[in-house]
């Protein structure tokens, strides 16, 4: 797995010359929601970045209008010989970048709104055979990303250290600035009403706003498994001068992993990469003792509502009364006695009951999708 830094301020490029970092991500005032690298020191940039032997990738993350997309792609063209790939998040920009620089590599930056697989993949065929490489969100489920690999062959990159971006807007949302005096802006923290004790970082710039998580993402000690999954670049987007100066210290040494962890002086969090439930309302559809043939299933519960009902599938028929377990999609296990069940027309059944659809109580923990079955079977 290869590592990719990225470079928004001038100030840092010696530093990032020293990281024996490959590959570099240029985030260029004109093009980038948080670059500060004007065009007049581009050109510079590239030129020490080329010398020491970098891998340079443009990103193009800003929103865009069609007028400025043309107006872009013209300013780039003064950059393309030493650029020879562009990341993108706007699939317009991206289409234009494809039609009038045919030989150079894209990147699809798929942090917002691509959140499932036939999306992802649909993409990746429109913007064949230029697409290099898609850059994924840190929301998409793992397997999903190891099943991307498989099937598409197309290499994957996450963010692994970094600030989290929680929204963008490509307009001014804190001042009427002009857009040159908010070069340079420092950034501002803010609070919501419901939490008043969290702080976002909002930066605005000429390309619009941005508010970040109060934490950043710190994947480094999951890196194993990030590889099994089948992931090729993991991004490494630092944003201070302490940062820089921390990896330049110490990447690729014994230990540097849990060194980073202890000297980032942001909070950080794994975000959705551990714990992600992104699909848990589909898990909840499904149960694993469905596939379980040696449990004796009586029913299935198709709606629980509150102090209300639960609503079951009878799908055997049954002899009132009985002793009956229900397992939760969880596999919690609730046990109940049923003596009396109403059909839907709510007449009263006791007895022999056919199979067929029956409303009980309201059984506290048993959801959708909880299986009904003889308390002798377990």
């Not at 065009?39 to 940039?45: A, R, V």
């Not at 022999?352 to 659809?357: N, Q, T, V, W």
Request: hydrophobic share 35%; glycine share 6%.
């Amino acid at each position: 797995m290869d590592y990719v830094l990225n470079l928004g301020n001038k100030e840092h490029l010696e530093m990032v010359t020293r990281i024996p970092v490959k590959e570099v991500v240029i985030q260029a005032r004109s093009f980038s929601l948080y670059g500060s690298i004007s065009d007049i020191d581009l050109h510079d940039t590239l030129n020490i970045l080329k010398l020491h032997g970098k891998r340079i990738t443009l990103q193009w993350d800003t929103l865009c209008q069609d007028g400025e997309i043309e107006s872009l792609a013209n300013l780039f063209a003064d950059y393309s010989k030493n650029i020879p790939a562009i990341r993108f998040v706007d699939p317009g920009v991206g289409a234009y970048l494809k039609r009038r620089f045919p030989d150079h590599q894209l990147q699809f930056l798929m942090w917002d709104g691509h959140q499932n697989r036939t999306g992802i993949s649909e993409w990746i065929q429109i913007f064949q055979p230029n697409l290099q490489r898609v850059i994924l969100s840190n929301q998409i489920p793992k397997r999903m990303i190891e099943k991307l690999r498989q099937d598409t062959k197309i290499p994957i990159e996450i963010k692994g250290l970094g600030r989290m971006q929680l929204f963008y807007s490509p307009r001014k949302l804190l001042h009427n600035n002009r857009p040159q005096k908010l070069d340079g802006h420092p950034d501002i923290t803010t609070a919501s009403n419901d939490r008043p004790s969290q702080f976002f970082s909002v930066k605005e710039t000429r390309q619009g706003t941005a508010i970040f998580n109060d934490k950043d993402l710190y994947l480094l000690d999951e890196l194993q498994e990030i590889q099994e999954i089948g992931v090729d670049y993991l991004g490494m987007e630092l944003y201070t001068t302490e940062q820089y100066q921390l990896i330049e210290e110490c990447f690729g040494r014994p230990g540097w992993v849990d060194e980073v962890k202890t000297f980032w002086k942001s909070p950080l969090t794994s975000g959705f990469f551990i714990q992600n439930k992104t699909d848990a309302l589909l898990t909840r559809l499904t149960n694993a003792y469905l596939k379980d043939e040696k449990q004796y299933q009586l029913g299935s519960v198709l709606e629980s509502l509150k102090n209300v009902h639960t609503l079951l599938h009878l799908s055997q028929n049954l002899v009132l009364p009985q002793q009956v377990v229900f397992v939760t999609p969880e596999r919690k296990k609730v046990r109940f006695e049923i003596t009396k069940l109403y059909d839907l027309k709510g007449i009263l059944h006791q007895g022999k009951i056919d199979e067929g659809f029956y409303r009980l109580p309201w059984i506290k923990y048993v959801v959708p999708a909880s299986l009904m079955k003889s308390n002798t079977s377990f």
